[in-house]
């Protein structure tokens, strides 16, 4: 196994469209996203285009320091995967990325979830058939269950998966911006205190 890890954002959002799955859910996550870095520079999914029509969906790699994200609650969670898991993962993903003009949002299977009736489309998925698609074509994670009908609040079940993070998706940036200051600082004084070795020698 190597060190390389994969991590899933699960947030809420607090939109109309996304307090109407909760009203069907009942539970407090109602997004999913997947990314290859702890920092969750590069997210992907499947989601509103524009962020104020929730009908307008398709691929996406999601700006999480956005607006539409800012005040969301969320939860981070990660597994270890073998080097040829994420180079399968980020290949899957590129792939998608490259025709994403040809993949659309799958809005009635969302729907077809309430009726427990996995609708699969062409070239089309709501973003936690999205990221279990992705788990499952690259041997990360097995489901007993078609993707098509597994929703975010799930991922959480995983047995592979550790919580790294819950709370207000601000606060996790704030954790990451401070730990990065603090790790710029450390190698900026290692580097003036080899560099004042390195003059003292001479």
Same mark, same amino acid.
């Not at 999480?64 to 969320?74: D, K, L």
């Not at 990660?78 to 180079?87: D, M």
């Not at 936690?128 to 007993?144: G, N, R």
């Not at 597994?150 to 550790?162: N, Q, R, S, Y």
């Given at each position: 196994?190597?060190?390389?890890?994969?991590?899933?954002?699960?947030?809420?959002?607090? /939109?109309? %469209?996304?307090?109407?799955? &909760?009203?069907?859910?009942?539970?407090? +996550? $109602?997004?999913?996203?997947?990314?290859?870095?702890?920092?969750?520079?590069?997210?992907?999914? %499947?989601? =509103? &285009?524009?962020?104020?029509?929730?009908?307008?969906?398709?691929?996406?790699?999601?700006?999480? =320091?956005?607006?539409?994200?800012?005040?969301? =609650?969320?939860?981070v969670i990660s597994c270890s995967v073998t080097e040829e898991q994420h180079?399968?993962?980020?290949?899957?993903?590129? &792939? !998608?990325?490259?025709?994403?003009?040809? +993949?659309?949002? $799958?809005?009635?299977?969302?729907?077809?979830?309430?009726?427990?009736?996995?609708?699969? =489309?062409?070239?089309? %998925?709501?973003?936690?058939?999205?990221?279990?698609?992705?788990?499952? &074509?690259?041997?990360?994670?097995?489901? /007993?269950?078609?993707?098509?009908?597994?929703?975010?609040?799930? %991922?959480?079940?995983?047995?592979?998966?550790?919580?790294?993070?819950?709370? $207000?998706?601000?606060? +996790?940036?704030?954790?990451?911006?401070?730990? $990065?200051?603090?790790?710029?600082?450390?190698?900026?004084?290692?580097?003036?205190?080899?560099?004042?070795?390195?003059?003292? !020698?001479?």
């Amino acid at each position: 196994m190597s060190n390389q890890k994969i991590y899933i954002l699960l947030t809420d959002t607090g /939109t109309l %469209f996304t307090r109407l799955i &909760k009203l069907y859910t009942k539970k407090p +996550y $109602n997004h999913a996203s997947i990314s290859l870095d702890p920092e969750l520079k590069e997210v992907y999914s %499947f989601g =509103r &285009k524009t962020a104020k029509n929730p009908f307008i969906g398709g691929f996406v790699q999601e700006n999480i =320091r956005g607006e539409h994200f800012s005040s969301s =609650r969320c939860t981070v969670i990660s597994c270890s995967v073998t080097e040829e898991q994420h180079n399968k993962l980020k290949a899957f993903i590129n &792939k !998608i990325e490259s025709e994403k003009q040809h +993949y659309g949002y $799958n809005l009635l299977g969302l729907f077809a979830i309430m009726f427990n009736k996995p609708l699969s =489309r062409d070239n089309a %998925f709501f973003c936690s058939q999205f990221v279990a698609t992705v788990l499952q &074509k690259c041997q990360i994670v097995h489901f /007993t269950k078609p993707p098509a009908l597994v929703i975010p609040h799930e %991922f959480l079940e995983m047995e592979d998966f550790h919580v790294d993070f819950q709370g $207000n998706l601000k606060d +996790y940036f704030q954790n990451i911006d401070s730990r $990065n200051i603090e790790m710029n600082t450390f190698i900026s004084s290692h580097d003036q205190e080899q560099c004042g070795q390195s003059m003292a !020698i001479s």
